[in-house]
């Protein structure tokens, strides 16, 4: 089976929606987070604030090259990695891109009650999601497919997204 990588934003539920579709297709799932975190012995907002973003986004690089080398996996990526187009190359080589989107609204509330994630640790986590958003939407659009969970249960996003998949294969 080809890989199925999940992109999309922070807070967009990738991790939970890889997880899902582990258990319904029967193959191995990976989140690219928690191999950088193992990776390098620390949480992601240590990283951050210990060795930088650039550091952070060089270990992500190497991660995505190692683990679309190979196929069958379904990926949950960081929501930063479509930001670079040779992971993006790596990703649609080994398999499908699959973007999960969300309106701000949503993806705020989402994310409000956790502190795990560097980016949105800011005085204003709502301005920043929207800033980050129309930065990224060109990244994103690279998808393969794309759905919008705003209004999803996680058993619907999956049920949209197997049925997708049936067309392709
Ligand atoms: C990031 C998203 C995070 C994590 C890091 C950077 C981003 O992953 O990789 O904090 O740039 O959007 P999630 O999308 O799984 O939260």
């Known amino acids: 089976m080809k ?52 550091y952070f986004r060089k270990v992500e690089k190497d991660i995505v090259a190692k683990i679309f080398r190979r196929e069958n996996k379904i990926i949950a990526c960081g929501g930063g990695v479509v930001l670079d187009d040779e992971n993006v190359e790596s990703i649609k080589k080994s398999g499908f891109m699959i973007c999960l989107e969300a309106t701000p609204e949503v993806i705020l509330k989402r994310t409000k009650s956790y502190k795990h994630r560097p980016l949105l640790n800011v005085g204003d986590p709502e301005l920043k999601i929207y800033e980050l958003l129309k930065k990224r939407k060109p990244y994103y659009a690279k998808a393969d497919y794309t759905v919008d969970t705003s209004g999803l249960s996680t058993h619907e996003v999956v049920s949209v997204i197997l049925s997708w998949l049936e067309g392709k294969t």
């Open 3 to 54: 890989n199925i990588a999940l992109v999309g934003f922070m807070g967009t539920g990738k991790s939970t929606i890889a997880a899902l579709l582990s258990k319904k297709l029967q193959v191995g799932y990976v989140d690219l987070d928690r191999k950088i975190e193992e990776k390098e012995g620390m949480r992601i907002v240590d990283i951050f604030s210990q060795k930088g973003e650039p």
